[in-house]
């Protein structure tokens, strides 16, 4: 029986803190570490990504899909350095996740030896919570523990780098003396509630409200019917930011969609004409689609307090767990105003949904070139599996999913929100299947995005796809040629023409690709074959890479009034392309037509 080492008990640590996977990459400065996780003969599984920064948006994929920590281990030096951005995703988008790092020898730090990087350094800010060196084997357990309970408690990566040497050491005997810190791996969270005099504030501005409109994010995880009981007994319309789509029933009569720039008709105008805004559990940056500061009275709930007034000038802060807020705030509302304009309200929001449904619908029908990519995730709503899990990488195609998609009620959907990070969607939906074998995986994602990392991230997959109880994992790719989302970007806010140069994106055969790999390829070239395509990927006995040519014309046009400001700017642009310009101008055209029928 070899020597118990310290490795040995970093293993054992993650086991006591319920961690069943570790993702990442090994090198020679975590070898210690792989050694251990070898011995525990699959105690805790080490899954290989094939770069550390898909290794990193795994953990944060498999933290956003179970609720519970992400681990991710690397080297020092390159390793490192790769994991950064997939722990700025967790950072953003507040995901615990653990990361455990290889160092050195402590003998040879300072001395500028191969690989040595200042990794405290390195990850202060990303790890601002918490990040140490473990200088001696007394020290890992404390600093593992600390590690998971910080990581829990404010929601956020936490860093414990472990040099070499330290993980060959012997595993120490922990004895009751000074210096030495013995602590336990738990953590349980706070009942956090308001104050009674910030409750009866807050429901004093909810009680004037006569056009009430909540705007709801992830921190409504938890709260989904609290959310709707709430907007029913004050005849209110409800908004989501992106990460907060999954959490509401869009299917609801008063339900307007996601809000923003990417967002619907009707959430644009549910925010632009309400007296009263509720805000539960979001910190959406797109603050101007808010309400013009001023014209609104506001509540906001948060289980942080940083949070409260973060996004919008606030009246009532209520810092507590969503759920038992909105249930305290309930028991204090008053009967609605007798002159009935809240249910006028109330028909006002549940017309404007059902335009913009109607209107969605119209644009996903507009002929394009040779697909319209609101076709291809309209067809996908209809068909979606009610036990899929969803991810989501960032592009023209978050546009798509956001207007056209329609989630089943319990089907999670994720993404790089805030960082908006490309790349994101196939290790997420990696990360997604390994937590639930039993359930399907659709992925969303553009050509830039899969030629960033999706192209290599399925090779993973192709690896492991025999190991799921469903083999279902379909990778839908928008092969439209083109850096889509920044080039409307140019357009709308520099009035700049696309620069070829920086925005076209080379051509790939992502079909024939996974046909390589043993996967199955369909590969869709015109708008008629999407239903039946889909039915197939959705049907297939293994992944499947479903690639369409899109067209990168259809534009990424704002909901009006937003929308209509930015047309001569994205107009203007256009012109300076020529002939190149003149398929997307007669889109824009298109679009901004039918907003504008809508709006009278």
């Given at each position: 029986m070899p020597e118990r080492l310290v490795a040995d008990v970093l293993v054992e640590r993650l086991r006591s803190w319920g961690v069943d996977r570790v993702f990442g990459y090994s090198g020679d400065g975590i070898n210690g570490f792989m050694g251990a996780l070898g011995r525990s003969e699959g105690a805790v599984q080490f899954v290989q990504a094939r770069h550390e920064e898909t290794a990193a948006f795994m953990a944060v994929g498999h933290a956003k899909y179970t609720g519970g920590v992400g681990v991710v281990t690397s080297t020092q030096g390159p390793g490192a350095v790769h994991l950064l951005n997939g722990l700025y995703d967790a950072k953003l988008d507040s995901v615990p996740v653990v990361a455990i790092i290889g160092q050195q020898s402590r003998s040879v730090l300072g001395s500028a030896y191969m690989q040595e990087v200042d990794l405290l350094t390195l990850f202060k800010d990303v790890a601002a919570q918490f990040a140490q060196m473990a200088s001696t084997p007394e020290q890992l357990p404390m600093l593992l523990d600390r590690a998971f309970r910080t990581a829990l408690e404010t929601r956020s990566p936490c860093v414990v780098i472990v040099p070499h040497d330290i993980q060959k050491a012997a595993a120490p005997v922990l004895e009751h003396e000074h210096g030495i810190v013995v602590t336990a791996p738990q953590w349980t969270p706070a009942r956090v509630l308001p104050r009674e005099k910030d409750l009866a504030a807050?429901?004093?501005?909810?009680?004037?409200?006569?056009?009430?409109?909540?705007?709801?994010?992830?921190?409504?995880?938890?709260?989904?019917?609290?959310?709707?009981?709430?907007?029913?007994?004050?005849?209110?319309?409800?908004?989501?930011?992106?990460?907060?789509?999954?959490?509401?029933?869009?299917?609801?009569?008063?339900?307007?969609?996601?809000?923003?720039?990417?967002?619907?008709?009707?959430?644009?105008?549910?925010?632009?004409?309400?007296?009263?805004?509720?805000?539960?559990?979001?910190?959406?940056?797109?603050?101007?689609?808010?309400?013009?500061?001023?014209?609104?009275?506001?509540?906001?709930?948060?289980?942080?307090?940083?949070?409260?007034?973060?996004?919008?000038?606030?009246?009532?802060?209520?810092?507590?767990?969503?759920?038992?807020?909105?249930?305290?705030?309930?028991?204090?509302?008053?009967?609605?105003?007798?002159?009935?304009?809240?249910?006028?309200?109330?028909?006002?929001?549940?017309?404007?949904?059902?335009?913009?449904?109607?209107?969605?619908?119209?644009?996903?029908?507009?002929?394009?070139?040779?697909?319209?990519?609101?076709?291809?995730?309209?067809?996908?709503?209809?068909?979606?599996?009610?036990?899929?899990?969803?991810?989501?990488?960032?592009?023209?195609?978050?546009?798509?999913?956001?207007?056209?998609?329609?989630?089943?009620?319990?089907?999670?959907?994720?993404?790089?929100?805030?960082?908006?990070?490309?790349?994101?969607?196939?290790?997420?939906?990696?990360?997604?299947?390994?937590?639930?074998?039993?359930?399907?995986?659709?992925?969303?994602?553009?050509?830039?995005?899969?030629?960033?990392?999706?192209?290599?991230?399925?090779?993973?997959?192709?690896?492991?796809?025999?190991?799921?109880?469903?083999?279902?994992?379909?990778?839908?790719v928008f092969n439209n040629r083109d850096l889509a989302e920044v080039t409307w970007e140019q357009r709308e806010t520099e009035s700049e023409p696309r620069f070829p140069a920086s925005q076209e994106i080379p051509d790939f055969p992502y079909a024939r690709y996974a046909e390589l790999l043993g996967l199955t390829g369909i590969r869709v070239e015109a708008p008629e074959q999407l239903a039946d395509a889909w039915d197939r990927a959705l049907a297939a006995d293994r992944p499947v890479v479903l690639e369409v040519l899109t067209d990168p014309d259809v534009p990424l046009l704002p909901p009006f009034p937003a929308g209509a400001a930015k047309l001569e700017d994205m107009k203007s642009a256009l012109s300076e392309e020529g002939n190149a310009g003149r398929g997307a101008s007669a889109l824009l055209d298109i679009y901004a037509r039918q907003e504008e029928s809508r709006g009278k």
């Amino acid at each position: 029986m070899p020597e118990r080492l310290v490795a040995d008990v970093l293993v054992e640590r993650l086991r006591s803190w319920g961690v069943d996977r570790v993702f990442g990459y090994s090198g020679d400065g975590i070898n210690g570490f792989m050694g251990a996780l070898g011995r525990s003969e699959g105690a805790v599984q080490f899954v290989q990504a094939r770069h550390e920064e898909t290794a990193a948006f795994m953990a944060v994929g498999h933290a956003k899909y179970t609720g519970g920590v992400g681990v991710v281990t690397s080297t020092q030096g390159p390793g490192a350095v790769h994991l950064l951005n997939g722990l700025y995703d967790a950072k953003l988008d507040s995901v615990p996740v653990v990361a455990i790092i290889g160092q050195q020898s402590r003998s040879v730090l300072g001395s500028a030896y191969m690989q040595e990087v200042d990794l405290l350094t390195l990850f202060k800010d990303v790890a601002a919570q918490f990040a140490q060196m473990a200088s001696t084997p007394e020290q890992l357990p404390m600093l593992l523990d600390r590690a998971f309970r910080t990581a829990l408690e404010t929601r956020s990566p936490c860093v414990v780098i472990v040099p070499h040497d330290i993980q060959k050491a012997a595993a120490p005997v922990l004895e009751h003396e000074h210096g030495i810190v013995v602590t336990a791996p738990q953590w349980t969270p706070a009942r956090v509630l308001p104050r009674e005099k910030d409750l009866a504030a807050a429901a004093d501005v909810l009680n004037a409200g006569r056009k009430v409109a909540f705007l709801v994010g992830q921190g409504a995880r938890a709260a989904q019917s609290e959310v709707v009981a709430l907007a029913e007994q004050l005849d209110a319309g409800i908004t989501t930011s992106l990460l907060g789509k999954p959490y509401v029933d869009e299917t609801l009569p008063f339900a307007a969609g996601t809000m923003g720039h990417l967002g619907s008709t009707a959430s644009a105008h549910l925010l632009g004409n309400c007296d009263t805004l509720l805000i539960v559990g979001s910190n959406d940056p797109w603050t101007e689609f808010y309400p013009e500061p001023g014209s609104a009275r506001t509540v906001q709930i948060d289980i942080d307090g940083r949070k409260i007034g973060n996004r919008y000038p606030v009246e009532a802060g209520l810092v507590g767990d969503a759920a038992e807020t909105l249930t305290e705030l309930a028991a204090r509302l008053d009967p609605g105003p007798a002159d009935g304009a809240r249910r006028v309200w109330r028909a006002e929001i549940e017309r404007q949904v059902r335009d913009w449904h109607a209107l969605a619908e119209e644009r996903s029908l507009v002929p394009a070139n040779p697909v319209n990519p609101e076709r291809v995730v309209r067809e996908l709503s209809a068909r979606l599996p009610d036990n899929a899990q969803l991810s989501v990488d960032v592009g023209s195609c978050v546009y798509w999913y956001a207007r056209q998609l329609t989630l089943p009620r319990g089907v999670p959907a994720h993404l790089s929100g805030t960082l908006a990070s490309m790349g994101c969607s196939i290790p997420y939906g990696i990360a997604a299947k390994l937590a639930r074998p039993e359930r399907p995986v659709v992925a969303l994602a553009g050509d830039g995005a899969m030629q960033m990392t999706g192209v290599a991230e399925l090779i993973t997959v192709a690896h492991r796809w025999r190991e799921w109880t469903d083999p279902r994992f379909v990778v839908c790719v928008f092969n439209n040629r083109d850096l889509a989302e920044v080039t409307w970007e140019q357009r709308e806010t520099e009035s700049e023409p696309r620069f070829p140069a920086s925005q076209e994106i080379p051509d790939f055969p992502y079909a024939r690709y996974a046909e390589l790999l043993g996967l199955t390829g369909i590969r869709v070239e015109a708008p008629e074959q999407l239903a039946d395509a889909w039915d197939r990927a959705l049907a297939a006995d293994r992944p499947v890479v479903l690639e369409v040519l899109t067209d990168p014309d259809v534009p990424l046009l704002p909901p009006f009034p937003a929308g209509a400001a930015k047309l001569e700017d994205m107009k203007s642009a256009l012109s300076e392309e020529g002939n190149a310009g003149r398929g997307a101008s007669a889109l824009l055209d298109i679009y901004a037509r039918q907003e504008e029928s809508r709006g009278k």
